[in-house]
């Protein structure tokens, strides 16, 4: 299926350079004939291609985050952990007003575990639309656990966590000398 939509799609891959590229999204649609409120019997495969480009513009810099700690992105027990619209639709709002304030994002916690003034004891969640990875001062590289059932278990994830597995010393090294002098 895919390689039959590269190949129908491959005019909009765009020059190489500046951040572009082809954007395709698999998507599975169920599609059976019923009414109501269950799980369906026929399920469509689409793939949506577009080309595109550095999906945080102007930020070559870093990003200036949000943190969100009125509005949830995700709740424990929910769907979280699951690529569906619901979860993009739930941060819509807040990312608009982040934007309207200047911010490229927000980042989100999990709000049954965070108390005005206590931030250190808050769970720290995802961006809108994407993982986060933090540097600590040390170099090390951390990311929130799926142990909790709120973070997408995505090829993005897996993709950074398997690089830093495979290179942590040179990884390390880099991150300790761009983030040196910085607070």
């Known amino acids: 299926g895919i390689q039959t939509v590269l190949q129908a799609n491959g005019h909009l ?17 169920g599609s059976g004939q019923q ?8 399920f469509s495969l689409l793939f949506f291609v577009s080309p595109t480009g550095n999906y945080f513009k102007g930020s070559a810099g870093g990003l200036n985050l949000h943190l969100e700690t009125k509005r949830s ?6 769907v979280g952990n699951v690529k569906c619209a ?8 807040p990312l608009l007003d982040a934007k309207a304030q200047g911010f490229h994002d927000n980042l989100f916690l999990e709000l049954d575990t965070y108390q005005p003034g206590q931030l250190a004891k808050a769970v720290l969640q995802e ?5 986060v990875f933090l540097v ?4 090390e590289i951390v990311t929130p656990s799926l ?3 709120t973070i997408l278990p995505g090829i993005t994830r897996n993709s950074v966590l398997q690089i830093v597995k495979q290179f942590p010393n040179e990884i ?8 040196a002098g910085s607070t």
């Open 147 to 149: 142990d909790r059932g």
């Open 86 to 93: 619901g979860n993009y639709a739930v941060a819509l709002r």
């Open 13 to 29: 891959i765009p020059p190489k350079g500046d951040g572009m590229k082809l954007y395709v999204r698999p998507m599975m649609l």
């Open 136 to 139: 600590l001062k040390n170099g």
């Open 127 to 131: 961006m809108s639309a994407a993982n």
């Open 172 to 179: 390390q090294a880099s991150m300790v000398a761009s983030t």
């Open 73 to 78: 992105r995700a709740a424990r027990g929910g």
């Open 35 to 42: 009414l109501g409120l269950y799980p369906s019997p026929e």
